[in-house]
């Protein structure tokens, strides 16, 4: 009789046991599933969040110790109830799975940001424009003809994305604890908060960097090594010329150059073949340049949203030429100077 009914309480024992496991289980994931990334990524990289979150978790089982042991007092007449010992030993283990539970998740999410980001890719064809907004609030202006790769979510260490051809212009979330690298080719952009423009156009044969605000450093990879090749300040601009890998800085209106998100078109010293670029990319028609090029043939001008005829019939009256548009592409016959 004894043993069957010590067998029948180990047997509810072990029930309620689990249940309480299972219950601090379920609590323990649906307060993680609670967290912002941002905020359990905060967590796990502060020393004294990570502290304070441990502290939390100590107290949580110390208050169910005492919650056994420091029973409330009742009076002499008062029907005493008597608590069996396998309950509290139970809220005890509850309390020890809910840590378990805690450090595996804190776990799977430290493996999870170890593993390799999935990748979104944007694109804009001539005429094109784009406004993206990053996981981490900063924005990136896509000029025409353009193509940016960037992460769903950005690694714990570093916010990295590709700029594969075009130009954006970045302005960059401050994170001291997480530069921002923009790599363009063999060039590699990195700042910790701050505004900049990237022209990297595959068939111009050049990349170039320009700071609005902040600071960046620009480095070019070399051999898989990269060597810094300087820091820019606001309104300076680096000039990297790809077949001869030398690079020129240089100051710059900046505000010219970023003019173009805000749907104005500026042209500083272009040459023919600026302007043919500038052309495609702006108003998705194809140019064809006749004659031969006189490189000190310059055009600067500044066009706020013009019908294409308008734009050219402007910049007929800074250096003589003759258009015809037909066919569908622009046909320019290239005058001296």
Known sequence: MGKKYNHRLSQRTKCTGCTKQL??????????????????SDILENPDKKEQLKLEIYNRIQEEIRSYNHSPLVAPDQEVKVRP??????????????????????????????????WVTYQTGPAQFKKITLPDSSIVYLHANSMLRAPKSFAAKVRELNLVYGQSFFEVKKNPQKPFVVHSHEIETRVLGTSFNIK???????IAVTVNTGKVAVGEYENNSLITLD?????EELIFDRPSKTFLKQKVD?????????????LQDATYHDVKTQIENWYGMPVELIGEQNDECL???????????????????????SYEIKDGKVWITMSNC
């Open 299 to 321: 055009f600067t001008a500044r066009f706020n949203k013009m019908q294409l005829a308008h734009t050219l019939e402007s910049l007929q009256q800074i250096n003589s030429f």
């Open 200 to 206: 990297a156009y595959q068939q111009e044969g050049y």
């Open 254 to 266: 900046a505000s010219a150059n970023i003019a173009w998100k805000d749907g104005v078109l500026v």
């Open 85 to 118: 010992l396998y309950q509290a030993v139970w809220r005890i283990a509850a309390a020890v799975a809910l840590v378990a539970t805690l450090s595996l998740l804190v776990y799977q999410y430290k493996w999870m940001q170890t593993e390799e980001p999935e």
């Open 23 to 40: 219950e601090a289980h379920r609590k323990a994931k649906q307060w993680y599933n609670t967290i912002d990334d941002n905020v359990a």
């Open 231 to 235: 820091k820019l300040v606001p309104g």
